[in-house]
């Protein structure tokens, strides 16, 4: 499996920015699913966006759309989440979660349940706030 290691979160203010990295190891040369999810305290966790590490296109929750973006540098083995004009209920946990999956694209990699993925990191907090 691969090993996964989310960072960059923090509190910020409602409006601001953060980018989230999730550094991964253990890679094959297979082409995997990889995404954002989070989870809110009482919530169940959620999709945020998906991505396949080949066909490179993300697909997106409603919630962020147009305000988040995954992009991914081969090179470097990272999967990143630029998040824009953050809102309060964007508070949660934030986990990147990886799949092997020779097929696919962004929307094809989003549609499989979250516990289809099968290598988890450890999640980064990330805090909206005034």
């Known amino acids: 499996q691969v090993q996964l290691v989310e960072s960059g979160g923090g509190s910020v203010q409602p409006g601001g920015s953060l980018r989230l990295s999730c550094a991964a190891s253990?890679?094959?040369?297979?082409?995997?699913?990889m995404g954002w999810f989070r989870e809110a305290p009482g919530k169940e966790r959620e999709r945020v966006g998906t991505i396949h590490t080949s066909d490179g296109s993300a697909y997106y929750a409603d919630s962020v759309k147009g305000r988040f973006t995954i992009s991914q540098d081969n090179a470097k083995n990272t999967l990143y989440l630029q998040m824009n004009s953050l809102k309060f209920e964007d508070t949660a946990m934030y986990y990147c979660?990886?799949?092997?999956?020779?097929w696919g694209s962004g929307y094809a990699c989003y549609t499989p349940s979250i516990y289809w993925y099968n290598s988890w990191g450890q999640g980064t907090q990330v805090t909206v706030s005034s």
């Open positions: 253990g890679y094959t040369r297979s082409s995997y699913c």
């Open positions: 979660a990886a799949k092997q999956a020779s």
